[in-house]
């Protein structure tokens, strides 16, 4: 089964500073990513997904996220971050029917 | 505008009661999910459904049960309430077969078990 890895669990960044999350999967034959954020007292919602071609996913909000093969991961990224971008996000990998979520990097941006 | 309810944003049950919680979607998605969310765990299934009357456990069933009689609708059962069972609760649905789609989430329903 497929599983992904989040390694940081808090993330600290002034507002306006570029962020990176990063997320690893485990190596497959086919891979389908995606990221998710959960704002304050709200359920997730989508901010992209990788399914195939170009390595380079753009998402909402202005964030992106590039699919790596060689090191098997999906960093997440943000040239300048807002306050409005603290949240919990979420790396997911799909494995079979099914999505299965990293344990999450709560994003914390201080003005 | 695409539309995921949980029945309760918070509730409080005592240990050994049965507890229901509801979700309802408008958006005629065959797939319905229930995931439990703690810290530093992330959400983690608990069952799935991807057509009414039809259930697949999770990675995490044991204590839950759930029905589904309806396409709209997916139930969530705590048969007795256990104190390890306080957490948030999420329901998403989904729609079609290829399992890539995006996954629409309600607000969650923040369960305490006394």
Redesign the interface.
Known sequence: AQSVTQLDSQVPVFEEAPVELRCNYSSSVSVYLFWYVQYPNQGLQLLLKYLSGSTLVKGINGFEAEFNKSQTSFHLRKPSVHISDTAEYFCAVKSFQKLVFGTGTRLLVSP | DVK?TQSSRYLVKRTGEKVFLECVQDMDHE?M?W?RQDP??????IY?S?DVKMKEK?DIPEGYSVSREKKERFSLILESASTNQTSMY?C?SRPG?A??E???????TRLLVL
């Open positions: 995921v797939n999910f995931y530093g765990l992330g959400l983690r299934l799935f991807y999770g999420l998403a077969l399992g890539v995006t996954q629409y989430f309600g607000p969650g």
